[in-house]
């Protein structure tokens, strides 16, 4: 498959709005899918964290590792959003506003595999409570993509990649997508149609002047919108 050729998704009988593939049908479920076919092994890897668990990308990684046998530590912004990750299958979710990083790993770590989609002090915390050999898998840095470069958060655990013989890959999208994005297509629209994958799309708006507000309420650490601010400017 081309790697940046259009699909058709398959949508069984109409079995899903067309809303969800804003999410786990678009960008951020391939994301999520094809991270964690390429990446992470499965049950071998026994404890995985993933940073921003509520975002779309994240949640889809909670489920996938679930599916995969794995013990599941996640962290978001909110109460709002701890309840959801639980509601996906976290083991272990915590808000990182009133628990640091290092508390939650400290108390439910060691970690096997990390999935970061946020960088800062969750890096740092992963860094410090994972096992040797450890697999870490950064997806993205949304900690840090609204803050000058002068006042981001620097590492302090760095010294943990040698120490432990850590594996740290960063990766895009596209570069999974010839190997595993033929079977997102094939498996996650029927797994979604089937109830055994979920996400949830919040609908807030009709016009286009509710757009700018729901950039913000997606973007914003810490916002009580769970899952994907949809505006829906026209049924077609
Ligand atoms: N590598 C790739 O090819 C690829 C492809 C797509 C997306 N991504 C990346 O994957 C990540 C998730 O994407 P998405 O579309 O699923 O995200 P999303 O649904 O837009 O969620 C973004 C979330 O980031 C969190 N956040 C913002 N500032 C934060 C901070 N200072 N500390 C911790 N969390 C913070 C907020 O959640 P809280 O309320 O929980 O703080 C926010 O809701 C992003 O970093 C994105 O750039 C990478």
Redesign the pocket.
């Known amino acids: 498959m081309d790697s940046l050729a259009l699909q058709t998704v398959p949508n069984p009988n109409g079995a899903y709005p067309l809303s969800k593939y804003t999410n786990i049908l678009g960008?951020?479920g391939l994301?999520a899918f094809v991270?964690m076919e390429g990446l992470i092994k499965g049950k071998e890897e026994k404890t995985l964290f993933v940073?921003?668990g509520?975002?779309?990308?994240?949640s889809l990684v909670i489920q996938l590792a679930k599916m995969k046998g794995m013990r599941v530590i996640a962290?978001?912004?909110?109460d709002a959003?701890v309840k959801h990750m639980q509601s996906l299958g976290a083991d272990v979710a915590f808000n990182?506003k009133k628990e640091s990083y290092e508390s939650a790993l400290q108390q439910h770590g060691p970690i096997d595999a990390f999935w970061d989609?946020?960088r800062?002090e969750?890096l740092d915390a992963a860094l410090a409570y994972s096992r040797p050999h450890a697999r870490f898998k950064i997806?993205?840095?949304?900690?840090t993509?609204?803050v000058p470069h002068g006042n981001r958060y620097e590492l302090k655990n760095a010294y943990q990649i040698m120490k432990k013989r850590l594996k740290i890959e960063g990766?895009?999208?596209p570069d999974y997508i010839p190997e595993f994005g033929g079977r997102f297509f094939q498996e996650v629209p029927a797994l979604v149609a089937q109830g055994k994958l979920q996400s949830t799309e919040s609908t807030i708006g009709e016009t286009w002047d509710d757009v700018p507000q729901s950039i913000i309420n997606?973007?914003?650490?810490?916002?009580e919108t769970v899952g994907?601010p949809v505006v829906t400017v026209a049924n077609v």
């Open positions: 960008t951020p994301t991270g940073s921003s509520a975002s779309s990308v994240g962290s978001a912004g909110s959003k990182y989609n946020v800062v969750a997806c993205g840095t949304s900690g993509d609204n990766f895009l999208v997606m973007l914003v650490s810490g916002h994907k």
